[in-house]
């Protein structure tokens, strides 16, 4: 229906985009005003940060519009929303440095304000001194899932336990944002490349729901039999997981919100299942029905999201380590919603791909130059990882006297460097060029998200603060 | 036979320097490493742990092909082994060749070679002097150093710039493998272990890996600390350290997290602080049942105290967290919450007697012999610093490794090599050219901008040539 209409009056759409976008922040922060006025405190980092997220917000939604109806106002209302949404970033960064006392780098929630801050500056830079329009589209969405993630997370102000003060530490963690932020933006490079280079639209409809089904996947980890999630509990009057046992959570199981994520899976597994099958029967009608799956599949996730988020919420819910019914909230399970959101994030790149992918290749710049561009920023990302690996090693050794001691984060550092080694040699010693080297910058970018979220959540370790 | 042998070797050699090889080590040794954090390893997690969370046939198989402690198993060190040896044979296989391009550049080109060059252009030009007259002030504008190659009328120029981007790759290869030599040093002949010393406490010996170890000499803890947060985390932990050597102190200093002390290689690093559950210091009020005047003691544990001229006084036993269980007397805990302390006093009149004191049951009496009386005044727990002790002789192969690193990588990404030629020629029909080439060892994009700019430099400088005399000279004076 949505797709009828914006293909009948792209125009309209078009002119009224800038003027929603601004209605919406203006709507959004004149209540979030209202709201903090009436509470007595305006300047801070909770209201900046709510700022930087309207912003952001609208500058994804604008570089999304740009990509759809190609019109030049929006990419520069998108750079304005994103230089806005970086200044307040900036603030609240700012403000949590004078607060804490030292440089945001020593929680999970403080690394994410340093990194959303390097890629809004970063996708500026790329944007404005290379021309390179449309790089937001990928990372401003993530800009917006990492606030998201860090509205989620706690964030309150610790003390840092004395291993924690050392200027080596600085150094080790601003060299991380930078060569994460450069490895963010090669991966928006290596996606535009492809599409650049000729992949066909169905390769990446394939692409995107084998991923979204392993996300789903990932979630039905803490699935049961009979159809509910376990999810750790939260107290609300402490503001904190409740905890079983020491560092282990108390998990309560939701019913019913196993089943949901069962069934989205299902409903992704179609076009996937769909995609194959038209590659084996050579049919353009099977693939365009691959397409409308996966089109239903997203409303899917929408209502997953919100019957998640109502859960979450609301209601008390029993445990099997303990008596008793206990509430949670969508903090306790800040990893769940971040892939909730970042699976309708890229379903939605995906959507602007599959309606308006003619105007993506005349908007982009050319393979080649993309490709190009693509090395470019993994050469700049490479020394970076490199100096951050020595960095950590000396500041590890200065405080435990070791410098490598193979616990997971040093480990996948490590593994991250050697994907990116593997690049490297292929690219200059074996000339690898096009689709290959894209997908190993693709690859490299997915190593170093598990290396910055996976191992904190997944894997114990040394870097419990990080 | 030993033909066969040698191309055995060869072969062998020839596989190991070659690039698939290195990349399918780079592989393997990414895909261990994540083993390595995917399944539980030995050293870092609790054995019990690791029994509940696989079943025996499964860690039975772990444990065979040493995946519970993949950092430390033969085939992983190995697996390191082979990437360094093949970092240095195929390095060993092409420097040769990049060096003598870089020593020994093709100087003198003749027109089949600017032939082969990506980037060319021929300017037409009156005579070879003045083409070579008007590149040369190009070449000088740009900021490269012409050379002049032959003489009368073979004069050419040739220019190079950062011919040291070629060895890059070699540096890096180089530095990684003093990083990896480092590391063997220390693993082979370096060692880690921990010891805790009470205030006033001296030794020598720290345990390694869970056997003891000797050092060399003698580390004595001068006093120790905590200071906490306004929260009552801890903020800072310090200890005063000496270093006893031949029966003097030959060095001391105050350490902290961060601020290790260091002697003859070993390193003293803050790791820890708490209490050892034994009293430090007590101090007591002394009374002589039979008469007057209280006096004040001080009691350290192992210390006799000379109460008058026929008794003394010492600790027998401290027990924290005082409670009988059974018939047993018992610690609940190691902080002081119910201390129970027996004393011992010994006089020539009433001999061995034992007394019980509880401070927090002040009017606790016991019927004893004893000749005196005591009073609890204060107790100060005895505590203890923790300090991790470090030998790393090869730590200084690492850093100096980890800065050739990032010095080489820079070479490699951020510096071009540039080589550029102009050699005057004729064409077919007797016009006079200036051949202009260039070859850069990467990004094309940018040289190209470069080469035209060149380029135009000289047909500008050509056309000045033409016009007049004065113009160029002042063009010439602004751009030196």
């Known amino acids: 229906m949505m797709r009828t209409r914006i293909e009948s009056h792209p125009a309209t759409v078009g002119n009224n985009l800038n003027l929603l976008v601004t209605l919406g922040c203006a709507v959004l922060l004149g209540t979030a005003v209202l709201a903090s006025v009436g509470r007595g405190k305006l300047f801070n980092q909770q209201n900046l940060l709510y700022v930087a997220l309207v912003f952001y917000a609208a500058a994804a939604v604008l570089y999304l519009g740009f990509g759809i109806a190609g019109r030049e106002s929006h990419v520069h209302f998108a750079w304005l929303a994103t230089g806005v949404g970086l200044l307040a970033n900036t603030l609240a960064a700012a403000n949590r440095w004078y607060i804490a006392g030292h440089p945001p780098f020593s929680s999970l929630y403080e690394t994410l304000l340093t990194f959303t801050l390097t890629l809004?500056?970063?996708?500026?830079?790329?944007?404005?001194?290379?021309?390179?329009?449309?790089?937001?589209?990928?990372?401003?969405?993530?800009?917006?899932?990492?606030?998201?993630?860090?509205?989620?997370?706690?964030?309150?102000?610790?003390?840092?336990?004395?291993?924690?003060?050392?200027?080596?530490?600085?150094?080790?963690?601003?060299?991380?944002?930078?060569?994460?932020?450069?490895?963010?933006?090669?991966?928006?490079?290596?996606?535009?490349?492809?599409?650049?280079?000729?992949?066909?639209?169905?390769?990446?409809?394939?692409?995107?729901?084998?991923?979204?089904?392993?996300?789903?996947?990932?979630?039905?980890i803490r699935a049961d039999a009979a159809g509910g999630l376990a999810v750790a509990a939260w107290d609300p009057s402490e503001g904190r997981e409740i905890l079983f046992a020491k560092h282990t959570?108390?998990?309560?199981?939701?019913?019913?919100?196993?089943?949901?994520?069962?069934?989205?899976?299902?409903?992704?597994?179609?076009?996937?299942?769909?995609?194959?099958?038209?590659?084996?029967?050579?049919?353009?009608?099977?693939?365009?029905?691959?397409?409308?799956?996966?089109?239903?599949?997203?409303?899917?996730?929408?209502?997953?999201?919100?019957?998640?988020?109502?859960?979450?919420?609301?209601?008390?819910?029993?445990?099997?380590?303990?008596?008793?019914?206990?509430?949670?909230?969508?903090?306790?399970?800040?990893?769940?919603?971040?892939?909730?959101?970042?699976?309708?994030?890229?379903?939605?790149?995906?959507?602007?791909?599959?309606?308006?992918?003619?105007?993506?290749?005349?908007?982009?710049?050319?393979?080649?130059?993309?490709?190009?561009?693509?090395?470019?920023?993994?050469?700049?990302?490479?020394?970076?990882?490199?100096?951050?690996?020595?960095?950590?090693?000396?500041?590890?050794?200065?405080?435990?006297?070791?410098?490598?001691?193979?616990?997971?984060?040093?480990?996948?550092?490590?593994?991250?460097?050697?994907?990116?080694?593997?690049?490297?040699?292929?690219?200059?010693?074996?000339?690898?060029?096009?689709?290959?080297?894209?997908?190993?910058?693709?690859?490299?970018f997915a190593v170093v998200v598990f290396t910055f979220f996976g191992v904190t959540y997944l894997l114990p370790g040394l870097h419990s603060y990080a | 036979m030993s033909s066969n042998f040698t191309s055995i070797v060869r072969r062998i050699s020839l596989a190991l320097s070659s690039l698939r090889t290195g990349i399918v080590l780079v592989i393997l040794l990414g895909i261990a490493a994540s083993a390595g954090t995917l399944i539980m390893q030995r050293p870092l997690t609790d054995p019990e742990m690791i029994r509940q969370s696989y079943s025996p046939a499964t860690l039975r198989w772990f444990d065979a092909f040493g995946l519970t402690d993949v950092f430390h198993s033969r085939w992983f060190v190995a697996l390191l082994g082979l990437a360094g040896l093949n970092m240095v044979l195929a390095s060993l296989d092409r420097f040769p060749q990049a060096w003598r391009y870089i020593a020994r550049p093709y100087r003198q080109s003749d027109p089949a070679f600017l032939g082969t060059l990506k980037?060319?252009?021929?300017?037409?030009?009156?005579?070879?002097?003045?083409?070579?007259?008007?590149?040369?002030?190009?070449?000088?504008?740009?900021?490269?150093?012409?050379?002049?190659?032959?003489?009368?009328?073979?004069?050419?120029?040739?220019?190079?710039?950062?011919?040291?981007?070629?060895?890059?790759?070699?540096?890096?290869?180089?530095?990684?493998?003093?990083?990896?030599?480092?590391?063997?040093?220390?693993?082979?002949?370096?060692?880690?272990?921990?010891?805790?010393?009470?205030?006033?406490?001296?030794?020598?010996?720290?345990?390694?890996?869970?056997?003891?170890?000797?050092?060399?000499?003698?580390?004595?803890?001068?006093?120790?600390?905590?200071?906490?947060?306004?929260?009552?985390?801890?903020?800072?932990?310090?200890?005063?350290?000496?270093?006893?050597?031949?029966?003097?102190?030959?060095?001391?200093?105050?350490?902290?997290?961060?601020?290790?002390?260091?002697?003859?290689?070993?390193?003293?690093?803050?790791?820890?602080?708490?209490?050892?559950?034994?009293?430090?210091?007590?101090?007591?009020?002394?009374?002589?049942?039979?008469?007057?005047?209280?006096?004040?003691?001080?009691?350290?544990?192992?210390?006799?105290?000379?109460?008058?001229?026929?008794?003394?006084?010492?600790?027998?036993?401290?027990?924290?967290?005082?409670?009988?269980?059974?018939?047993?007397?018992?610690?609940?805990?190691?902080?002081?919450?119910?201390?129970?302390?027996?004393?011992l006093v010994d006089s020539k009149n009433s001999g061995k007697t034992v007394v019980w004191l509880f401070p927090r049951f002040p009017n606790f009496a016991h019927a004893d012999q004893s000749p005196y009386s005591f009073k609890f005044r204060d107790l100060q727990m005895g505590y203890f610093t923790g300090l991790q002790v470090a030998y790393e002789p090869g730590q200084w192969a690492v850093w100096t490794g980890f800065g050739f690193a990032a010095l080489g990588l820079g070479m490699a990404f951020y510096f071009v090599h540039l080589r550029v030629w102009a050699v005057p020629t004729n064409d077919d029909r007797g016009q006079m050219l200036l051949w202009v080439g260039a070859s850069a060892s990467k990004n094309r994009e940018e040289v190209e901008g470069r080469f035209s700019q060149l380029t135009e430099k000289i047909e500008r400088n050509l056309a000045g040539d033409l016009d007049t005399r004065d113009g160029e000279l002042a063009a010439s004076m602004v751009t030196t």
């Open chain 1, 120 to 220: 809004a500056a970063l996708t500026l830079v790329v944007e404005l001194r290379y021309g390179m329009r449309l790089v937001g589209t990928v990372t401003m969405p993530l800009a917006v899932l990492s606030v998201i993630l860090m509205e989620l997370l706690p964030a309150d102000v610790h003390p840092l336990a004395p291993a924690l003060q050392s200027t080596w530490l600085h150094v080790h963690v601003t060299m991380a944002m930078l060569a994460y932020a450069a490895c963010a933006v090669s991966f928006a490079l290596a996606l535009m490349f492809l599409i650049q280079d000729r992949v066909p639209t169905g390769t990446f409809l394939a692409w995107c729901s084998a991923m979204l089904v392993v996300l789903y996947a990932g979630i039905l």
């Open chain 1, 249 to 444: 959570p108390l998990l309560v199981i939701i019913p019913g919100l196993g089943a949901v994520a069962l069934l989205v899976l299902a409903a992704l597994s179609v076009p996937l299942a769909l995609y194959a099958f038209a590659r084996w029967k050579r049919s353009d009608r099977i693939q365009e029905w691959a397409n409308e799956a996966f089109f239903i599949a997203i409303f899917f996730q929408l209502v997953t999201a919100v019957v998640f988020m109502q859960r979450l919420r609301g209601g008390e819910y029993p445990s099997r380590q303990a008596p008793g019914l206990f509430t949670t909230s969508p903090a306790a399970s800040p990893f769940i919603i971040a892939g909730l959101f970042a699976g309708l994030a890229v379903s939605l790149l995906y959507v602007m791909l599959a309606w308006r992918r003619p105007v993506l290749e005349r908007l982009f710049p050319a393979a080649d130059r993309l490709d190009r561009l693509t090395y470019k920023t993994i050469s700049i990302a490479f020394p970076l990882l490199t100096l951050m690996i020595a960095t950590g090693a000396y500041w590890a050794n200065r405080t435990w006297g070791a410098y490598w001691s193979w616990d997971p984060k040093e480990t996948w550092a490590l593994i991250t460097w050697l994907t990116y080694v593997a690049y490297l040699h292929m690219r200059i010693a074996r000339g690898w060029r096009g689709r290959r080297a894209a997908y190993f910058a693709i690859i490299g």
């Open chain 2, 119 to 343: 980037l060319q252009k021929q300017i037409p030009i009156e005579s070879e002097e003045q083409g070579i007259d008007a590149a040369e002030r190009a070449f000088r504008s740009i900021g490269l150093k012409p050379q002049q190659v032959g003489s009368g009328r073979h004069r050419s120029l040739f220019a190079e710039r950062h011919p040291c981007a070629r060895l890059a790759a070699y540096v890096v290869h180089a530095s990684l493998l003093l990083v990896f030599a480092g590391g063997i040093t220390d693993a082979v002949w370096g060692y880690r272990g921990y010891i805790a010393l009470s205030p006033n406490q001296q030794s020598n010996m720290i345990e390694a890996q869970g056997a003891p170890k000797a050092l060399p000499f003698t580390l004595r803890c001068e006093g120790a600390g905590q200071e906490n947060y306004a929260d009552g985390s801890p903020r800072r932990w310090w200890s005063k350290l000496a270093v006893i050597e031949g029966g003097r102190v030959v060095a001391r200093k105050e350490i902290a997290v961060n601020e290790p002390l260091v002697y003859r290689g070993v390193r003293f690093f803050q790791s820890g602080y708490g209490s050892t559950g034994e009293p430090g210091a007590l101090r007591l009020e002394a009374t002589l049942k039979s008469g007057f005047g209280a006096q004040e003691i001080v009691l350290h544990p192992n210390e006799t105290v000379q109460l008058d001229a026929d008794a003394t006084v010492q600790l027998e036993r401290f027990v924290p967290d005082f409670i009988i269980e059974g018939n047993q007397i018992e610690s609940r805990s190691d902080q002081p919450n119910n201390p129970g302390i027996q004393l």
